[in-house]
């Protein structure tokens, strides 16, 4: 697709439970980062992927938060055991290399866990 | 530590008038910002961008001015239009901060 994708649009999980979140980033495009963002809370950075480097992931916020990325393509970002302070909106962006620093955001996936 | 901070966390304005949205940052290093616009529901998307280089930026309606001795930013919509009506948010270059919670917009008819 032309855009950033992400899937899916909503998820409404128990506590407890393990959730799988994909981004499929524009095509070409080296870079690709996550952000959630809580209630009355502002963009968090998660995770940050550029190219074959080792991604940087000084924003997970613990070790029940993990992402992975196939070569430059699709991204999954994986809540083991969540909690409620994990409901939020989870944005993945995507951008190409040597550029000046635009990103392209996705729709976002939002998490509800009850 | 939020190293940029927008002050403002709403403004309302009226059609056809000036909006001005301001943004301030701490780190000197920051060499080149952008602002985005998100409506809800939606990711944000970009809208402008200024390298340090300049104290200008304009594209049609949009203007961003940055003074970089004050280190500050400030977005210009004129005249503002009721589809203008979102969440702005500014960020430096190479955007792994937390960006803060924006400056929700309302332009009334």
């Known amino acids: 697709g032309a855009g950033v994708s992400q899937s899916p649009s909503n998820k409404v999980t128990e506590k407890g439970k393990d959730v799988e979140l994909r981004c499929d980033p524009i095509?070409?495009?080296?870079?690709l980062y996550w952000y959630r963002q809580r209630l009355g809370q502002g963009l968090e950075f998660l995770i940050y992927?550029?190219?074959?480097?080792?991604?940087?992931k000084s924003g997970l916020p613990s070790d029940r938060f993990s992402a992975e990325r196939t070569g430059e393509s699709v991204s999954t970002l994986t809540i083991q055991r969540t909690q409620q302070e994990d409901s939020a909106v989870y944005l993945c962006?995507?951008?190409?290399?040597?550029?000046?620093?635009?990103?392209?955001f996705g729709e976002g996936s939002r998490l509800t866990v009850l | 530590d939020q190293q940029v901070k927008q002050n403002s966390p709403s403004l309302s304005v009226q059609e056809g008038r000036i909006s001005i949205l301001n943004c301030d940052y701490t780190?000197?290093?920051?060499?080149?910002f952008l602002w985005y616009k998100k409506y809800p529901a939606e990711g944000p998307t970009f809208l402008i961008s200024?390298?340090?280089i300049k104290d200008k930026n304009e594209d049609g309606r949009f203007t961003v001015f940055l003074n970089k001795s004050a280190k500050h930013l400030s977005l210009h919509i004129v005249p503002s239009q009721p589809g203008d009506s979102a969440v702005y948010f500014c960020?430096?270059?190479?955007?792994?901060?937390?960006w803060g919670l924006g400056t929700s917009l309302a332009v009334n008819p």
């Open positions: 200024i390298s340090s």
């Open positions: 992927f550029q190219g074959n480097s080792a991604p940087d």
């Open positions: 780190n000197s290093m920051f060499d080149y």
């Open positions: 960020a430096p270059r190479g955007s792994k901060l937390i």
């Open positions: 962006a995507s951008s190409p290399a040597r550029n000046t620093g635009e990103l392209f």
């Open positions: 095509s070409g495009h080296t870079a």
